[in-house]
């Protein structure tokens, strides 16, 4: 099974840490094709070396590449959104992580999409059993 991970860049790296351990657990379930999206040295600004078009069009390759679409939605990102879209007018199973924080909402267009698959959890181990879950029932 091939997994596209799907987490905040440019929109921010607050959840860095976290982005690492969930590709880590879902490396368990196949082969990740967005490690990248975990990696400690990424910053805010995104890749080194690679133009703009050239990251969109491996992107789009890899998620017309996977079979299923992880999306850790917690910080508002227009790429994982892009990604999510993406993914929905191709038929690929989708999960969306969402973790809830005071004073803020997840995007209706995220939260209200029935296939999008919007599931709220408060530590990495509720990300993991929610994640499990999805598998389970795919």
Not at 11 to 21: I, P
Not at 47 to 65: A, K, L, M, Y
Not at 81 to 102: F, H, M, N, T, V
Request: glycine fraction near 10%; include cysteine.
């Amino acid at each position: 099974m091939k997994v596209y991970f799907a987490g905040s860049i440019r929109g921010g790296r607050n959840d860095k840490a976290l982005y690492l351990e969930l590709i880590d657990y879902l490396s368990q379930f196949g082969q990740v094709l967005t490690e990248h999206v975990g990696f400690q040295n990424l910053s805010e600004f995104g890749e080194e070396g690679p133009t703009d078009e050239w990251i969109f069009n491996r992107d789009v390759s890899w998620i017309v590449e996977s079979d299923v679409i992880i999306a850790e939605v917690t910080t508002p990102s227009l790429g994982v959104g892009y990604e999510i879209a993406k993914a929905e007018s191709l038929g690929k199973p989708i999960l969306c992580l969402y973790r809830p924080q005071d004073g803020k909402r997840l995007s209706a267009m995220i939260a209200g999409n029935i296939k999008a698959n919007s599931k709220h959890y408060k530590n990495l181990e509720e990300a993991k059993e929610v994640i499990g879950s999805f598998f389970d029932s795919l």
